[in-house]
Each structure stands twice: as structure tokens, then as C-alpha cells.
């Protein structure tokens, strides 16, 4: 159950930034999500820094200044091997990415926070994606849009 914290995952902050909300239209959706980063509502764990990286942009720019990136600490750790015990199929070999996946959903498991990503339910144990494996974790999850619904977000 969500204490009202949100882990976000690099699908959400690329969907939002490229897609959804870029900053150059919606710069009161950047402002507001950068004062929920600095409340320390949101967050993401450092892979999903990794991960981001790869694009070396303005968005990483941007989740590096507002502070997104939680340290990737011992109890952090330990939640990711035991995810990684009853759901080893959420690391997809051969994606070139950090698979960020296991840490996102590890991290809001720890900190009874709601995952926030794009990726949908497979119902697939052979290919589990992230609200897969947070439904068998007793994690919430929702999408970017949902977020913004359940926090109550106005533009």
C-alpha cells in the first residue's frame, strides 16, 4: 500500500518528457513534479540515472538538478535479491540497458511507496514486466495520467 510516495521509472520520466508533457508546453507540470522530488515524494533509484544516461539529454539534466536519484543502499539491495528470488524473468538479458525494472519495484516495495511507469500488466510469468511483478509484490502501481489524476495535478 502507498504511503503516498511515488518511485518513477525511466518509462514514465521519457513518456512525460518526450510525449506527454514536454517542458517547452507544460513547464508547470516540470516545476510541480521538481517540488515533489525536492519533498522527497517522488524518486527514482540511481539505475534509472544509468538508464537515462544512455540518452544523455536534457531530461537527465533535469532529473539530476531536482535531486530525483536515491542512493542505492543495503536495504535497497536486499529488497532486489529477494524480488529477484520469485521474479528472476524481470531482467531481460540482451536489452543493453540497466534494467531498472527489479530496483524501481525494490525501492517503492521498501519504502511502501507506488510505482509509476508505462509498461502494462502481461500476466506473463515467462515475461513479467513491472506491474507484473508489483501486483505478486503487494505493490501499487498506475501510469503517468493516473498519477496526475490521483494527486489531484490541474495545468
Known sequence: M?????????????HGW???Y????????WGQLQELVADKTVFAPQVVEWELETMDDDLLKWCKEAGLFLGLDDDLQGAVSEVLLR???????GRGVSDADVWVVAAAK???????????LTGKKSKPRIPDVCLSEGVDHVNL?????TTGWTF
Do not use: M, Q, W
Open 2 to 14: 502507498s504511503s503516498g510516495r511515488y518511485c518513477i521509472d525511466t518509462s514514465s520520466l521519457i
Open 18 to 20: 518526450v510525449r506527454a
Open 22 to 29: 514536454p517542458l517547452e508546453v507544460f513547464p508547470t507540470f
Open 145 to 149: 495520467l493516473s498519477f496526475l489524476r
Open 87 to 93: 521474479h528472476e524473468k524481470i531482467i531481460r538479458a
Open 110 to 120: 521498501v519504502i511502501g511507496a507506488t510505482v509509476v511507469s508505462e509498461e502494462n
